[in-house]
Nanobody, 126 residues
Framework: VQLQASGGGLVQTGGSLRLSCAASGGYVSRHGMGWFRQAPGKEREFVAVISWSGGVIYYADSVKGRFTISKANLKNTVYLQMNNLKPEDTAVYYC????????????????????WGQGTLVTVSS
C-alpha cells in the first residue's frame, strides 16, 4: 500500500486545516488507518486512528474535540480535519495503514502500522 499525505501548511493559532491521505495499491476500507505526528526532537506520536470498518475511532487526549478523522472509501482516502489549531500542534503529520487490522487500544501504537506516507508539515504560528 502506498500512501500520499497532503494538505499541510502554515496557519495561525485558532485556524483550521484538512489533511488528506490518498492510498494506492490497497484499500482504506480493508485496513486500520491512522494519523501520527512528529515534532522536532520528539518521538512520533499517535494523533487519531480509525478501524477498517470505520466503527472504532481513537483520538489522543491533546486533540480530542478539535480533530476529526474520517475516510471516504470510494475515494480511497483518509482525512484529518484539524480545527482550533495550537502552536503545539506543529509537526510533520504522517498517515499510516495497519495490514493486520489490530483491535482495541493497540491501534494507537506506532508499532502496529506497516505502511507509511511521506508526511506533510503543519506549522501553527502564535
Amino acid at each position: 500500500v502506498q500512501l500520499q499525505a497532503s494538505g499541510g501548511g502554515l496557519v495561525q493559532t485558532g485556524g483550521s486545516l484538512r489533511l488528506s491521505c490518498a492510498a494506492s495499491g490497497g484499500y482504506v476500507s480493508r485496513h486500520g488507518m491512522g494519523w501520527f505526528r512528529q515534532a522536532p526532537g520528539k518521538e512520533r506520536e499517535f494523533v487519531a486512528v480509525i478501524s477498517w470498518s470505520g466503527g472504532v475511532i481513537y483520538y489522543a487526549d491533546s486533540v480530542k474535540g478539535r480533530f476529526t478523522i474520517s475516510k471516504a472509501n470510494l475515494k480511497n482516502t483518509v482525512y484529518l480535519q484539524m480545527n482550533n489549531l495550537k502552536p503545539e500542534d506543529t509537526a510533520v503529520y504522517y498517515c499510516a495503514a495497519d495490514r493486520h487490522n489490530t483491535v482495541g487500544r493497540a491501534m494507537t501504537s506506532v508499532n502496529q502500522y506497516d505502511y507509511w506516507g511521506q508526511g506533510t508539515l503543519v506549522t501553527v504560528s502564535s
